[in-house]
Every structure is written in C-alpha cells, then in structure tokens.
C-alpha cells in the first residue's frame, strides 16, 4: 500500500513537473514573439530616446551611416568631438559600424543633454530592429534612460539649495 502512494505521489510530481514545463515553454515562446524587429513599412525602426530635458525622435534603416540630426549633418550640428563619439557608442558596442542610416529630430535641452538623448534612441531603435543586439546594449547600460534632471528652485533660496548670503550685521 504504502508503495502504491509513493509511486502516486510520483505520478504526481511528474504531471506537476510536465505541466510547468510546458507552461514555461509557451511562456519562452511568448516572450520569443514579444522580442520579434518592430519596423515600418520602409524597412525603418523608430524609437524615442530622452536625456535632461532633451527628446529625441530617431529613425534607423540599413544604410552606409550616414547620421542627420535635425536635418543637418553629424559634424555640423554637434560640432564637438565628444558629443560625436557619444552618438556612435551604441553602433560600436553593438559591432554594426557604419551599416544603419540615422535620421533624428531632436528637441530641448542643451547640446550634451540632446547627443544623450539621440544615443538613447539610437539604442532602443537598434534593439527594435534587430533584438539579437538587446543584450549587449543592456549590458552597456544605453538601454536605460538617465533620469536625473535640474532640481526645481525653491522658494526662499537663491537657487536650488544655495541660500542667500548670510550678514550677522
């Protein structure tokens, strides 16, 4: 008898065990299908990328990488170097040089705040188009929006947290 329990008590576990197995497939392959390329009818990916007070709107499609950023050229609109190299990150992480076109509209913000914002972009628009490129992005960290932002003024202080000056007398 108290075999016969044992080896129901088994029979059990393993019917448990199949169906969670197959509950974790359909599972994997839901999560497989969510990570499919998101493009449009032009073969381009979209994604919005924010920085500061910065948005970015970029557009990716296979290209000779060419970069335009409000309907000037990389080299014109950020003339820093610094700033260029900022929005080529992603390409060089992701081993995709020079093989996507870059069309962004950007908005707000200062120069530094804007390149974050394209590079943003640029990173969610790469993972959109091609999802095999999610995992070195993310390792990156250019997935991730930076959040941190100017602290509002506050009333009674001269600036956020800076007071007025103090005079005993």
Known sequence: MADEIKSLDAL????AGAASASTAAAEGTEAAA??????????????TGKRKDAVA??????????????????????????????????????????????YATVVGGGLS???GAVKHGISKALQLYDPSLRGALKAAGFLT?????VE??????????????FSKR
């Not at 059990?12 to 019917?15: F, G, I, R």
């Not at 950023?69 to 990150?89: C, D, S, T, W």
């Not at 929006?145 to 932002?149: E, G």
């Not at 509002?152 to 000056?165: H, I, L």
């Open 12 to 15: 059990k576990d393993a019917v």
């Open 113 to 115: 705040g804007q390149a």
């Open 34 to 47: 969510s990570r499919e390329p998101k493009r449009d009818a032009l073969g381009r990916a979209y994604a």
């Open 152 to 165: 509002r003024k506050k009333y009674g202080k001269r600036k956020a947290r800076r007071s007025f000056q």
């Open 57 to 102: 709107r970029v557009w990716i499609k296979p290209g000779s990488g060419k970069v335009t950023v409000n309907g000037k050229e990389i080299n014109a609109y950020f003339a820093r170097p610094v700033l260029q190299m900022i929005l080529r990150q992603p390409f060089q992480i992701a081993n995709v040089e020079g093989q996507f076109d870059v």
């Open 145 to 149: 929006r930076d959040a941190r932002t």
